[in-house]
């Protein structure tokens, strides 16, 4: 959660995903969007800034790199969804690296789409990193043109044989898109929710997400509403990484 100028305007903190750790530091990634990542954008190098953090679960990976020689995780980027994805590219490659010493095969399959190829960050660096890499985009400006649930499709067919764990991040419409399919073929799928935040830890319940009652379970002290059928859960608590097979679209 990064404040981004001091001051009460604007009021409260926007979140991030942990894009990289680099010597001495950590790097986000952000889309101009409004009000706070333009004044983001108007930062200098030296500029101080307020960060609370890391807040949030994480992608789980244990079991996907040992299945990976069977069938390859697939990792499916949204836009800047790829910021919240790169760490869990980079470690799954890191741990089939260390796993099989393959330099050339070792990592997941990755699905980048974008609105233009101007947004596609990182190409090189991703395809170092990965098994495969697809990119496609709304204008066919790079890649194949049309948007990452055909790619998904094409590589991971309804008739698979061997599912894949999948994980996602992007816009909601796509998040959903993927869980629909995913679920059609039963597939194993985390997904990275972005909900509007105020606090980003737990207190003012502005991210919930519903969840299905019986999914993983979570912090019941906290007093959100649930029935037998859904509970609330929160983005910044429980998530932001949830299992696609408990989210009440
Ligand atoms: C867990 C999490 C991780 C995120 N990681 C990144 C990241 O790594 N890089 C990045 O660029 N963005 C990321 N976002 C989205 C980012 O937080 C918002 O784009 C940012 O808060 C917008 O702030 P703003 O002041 O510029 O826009 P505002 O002026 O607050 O809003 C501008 C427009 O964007 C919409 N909007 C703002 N926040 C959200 C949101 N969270 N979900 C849906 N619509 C929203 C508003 O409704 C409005 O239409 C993440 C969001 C979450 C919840
Ligand atoms: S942002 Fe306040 S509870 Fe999640």
């Not at 894009?19 to 409004?34: E, S």
């Not at 069938?71 to 869990?88: E, K, N, R, Y």
């Not at 233009?116 to 066919?140: F, N, P």
């Not at 067919?157 to 898109?177: D, F, H, Q, S």
Request: negative net charge; proline residues 5%; glycine residues 10%.
């Amino acid at each position: 959660m990064l404040q981004v100028r001091d001051g009460n305007d604007p009021l409260l903190k926007r979140p991030f995903s942990l894009f990289r750790t680099i010597a001495g530091g950590i790097q986000l990634l952000y889309r101009i969007q409004g009000k706070g990542t333009t004044l983001i954008s108007q930062l200098a190098a030296g500029d101080v800034v307020s960060l609370l953090g890391p807040l949030g679960n994480a992608y789980p990976v244990q079991g996907a790199a040992s299945a990976a020689s069977v069938s390859p995780p697939v990792i499916i980027a949204g836009g800047v969804g790829i910021a919240s994805v790169f760490p869990l590219i980079e470690s799954i490659h890191e741990v089939m690296h260390q796993s099989t010493r393959d330099t050339m095969n070792g990592g997941a399959t990755v699905i980048y789409g974008a609105r233009t190829a101007e947004e596609l960050l990182d190409l090189d660096e991703l395809k170092a990193l990965s098994k495969e890499l697809h990119v496609c985009t709304d204008d066919g400006s790079s890649g194949e043109k049309g948007n990452v649930l055909d790619l998904l499709k094409s590589i991971v067919p309804a008739e698979a044989g061997v599912l894949p764990v999948m994980y996602a991040c992007g816009p909601k419409p796509m998040l959903r898109a993927v869980a629909e399919y995913a679920g059609s073929l039963g597939a194993k799928t985390y997904l990275s929710m972005e909900e509007h935040m105020a606090c980003g830890i737990g207190a003012c319940l502005g991210c919930v997400v519903k969840t299905k009652s019986k999914g993983q379970d979570v912090d019941d002290s906290a007093d959100i509403e649930k029935s037998t059928e859904w509970k609330y859960q929160r983005v910044c608590m429980e998530g932001p990484v949830f299992n696609a097979e408990d989210i009440v679209w």
